[in-house]
């Protein structure tokens, strides 16, 4: 079963490593030492953990839908033309970009600073796994 420090804990979850502490210290999140001595948080507690976190996320909309691939975030960038626009989310530690119409944009009122929801359905999704072992 994988190990992750503290540190990488925190950078997977997008929080500092004193946000990790303070929920081990409060029994959110299980810890242990390793054989070096290190606190470490098992893959599949941190996984559960993860999901829980996202599950509570706020979704502004209020509305059920099909599609499980939704990211709540702030809306960063909107760069648009007479007919097309690009609008860039900042959603948790994820940079979600999507294109869409101007007209569009200009119904919702995307702009820097507004809470929106990216949706995403997709039959194809690919899933990578980075070398090291984990």
């Known amino acids: 079963m994988p190990q992750y420090r503290v540190s990488e804990a925190a950078e997977l979850l997008g929080v500092s490593d004193d946000t990790v502490r303070r929920w081990i210290d409060a029994a959110q999140l299980p810890a242990e030492s390793d054989g070096s001595g290190r606190l470490v948080v098992e893959g599949a507690a941190l996984a559960e953990f993860a999901r829980a976190r996202a599950r509570s996320a706020r979704d502004p ?3 059920e839908r099909s599609a499980r691939n939704r990211f709540v975030g702030l809306v960063t960038e909107v ?12 959603c948790g530690s994820q940079r979600v970009v999507s294109l869409l119409s101007t007209e569009a944009v200009n119904d919702l009122g995307l702009r820097p600073g507004v809470l929106a929801v990216a949706v995403v359905k997709s039959t194809a999704v690919v899933v990578e796994k980075p070398g090291g072992g984990r």
């Open 79 to 90: 760069v648009s033309d007479t007919v097309m626009s690009q609008v860039e989310l900042q």
């Open 61 to 63: 909309s209020g509305i």
